[in-house]
């Protein structure tokens, strides 16, 4: 039922979008991200650091992103460039909810075990006073139908001094049977994980930034625990980015 709900309320979503692209501004921007691990919703995908380049451009409410990973250990096969994304999102506002559709096609270059796929997500966001409530659910649509995560939690931002803005989320997430099967080989649907993470971004003028941040997640269920040499994982990073 939860999976059927997030698949036709992005569908809604995306056909009775409102809007005249008229009206609308073309914007688009960059980042290039470094972390010292890539953690996956709880999975450790690399035992190393990673480049992250991204670039996006928005028009109308929808934004088309493509992101990369780029792995230097040996360990972390393939080394290079071993997936390429790109997501096609739209946003719209519904008095103070924000509801996000978006769609994701997932690419995994010279990794044969690791057909490419594509997921039907939907993200909901909700400001109570100094923080918003948020809960994003996924649901793939080609390697593995059906396979399901989501999560919600509490995100909180604020500018400390001019220029310079914190933020920080906590959050919880759970997943289908399919998709603990397809990532962990563990056949039950569970709580899947906990996380946290914090971030400082400093912009210097003009539309320049600068994002350190750290992350910090821990799998709760036993099975997948057992499952994995990381059980749980702290990383750190640094983002630049410029948008237009």
Known sequence: MTIRFVVWLCLGVFV???????ASELSFGTELGGNLRYVWRGLALSDGPVLQPSAWV??????????????????????????????????RDISNLTVNPSFSVYLYPNQADAPPTGELALALSYPVGPVSIFTDHSVDLIATPGAYFGDAGLSFETELIPNLTVGASAHAGWASARFNEANFEVNHAALNVAGADLALTWSPGGRFYLRPHVAFSSLLDAE???ATERPWNVTAGLAVGREF
């Open 16 to 22: 009775f979008c409102p809007g005249s692209l008229i």
């Open 58 to 91: 928005s028009l109308a409410g929808f934004t088309l992103t493509p992101w990369a990973n780029f792995a230097f250990r040996e360990g972390d096969a393939p080394t290079g460039f071993n997936e390429l994304d790109f997501t096609l999102d739209y946003s």
């Open 224 to 226: 997948l625990r057992a």
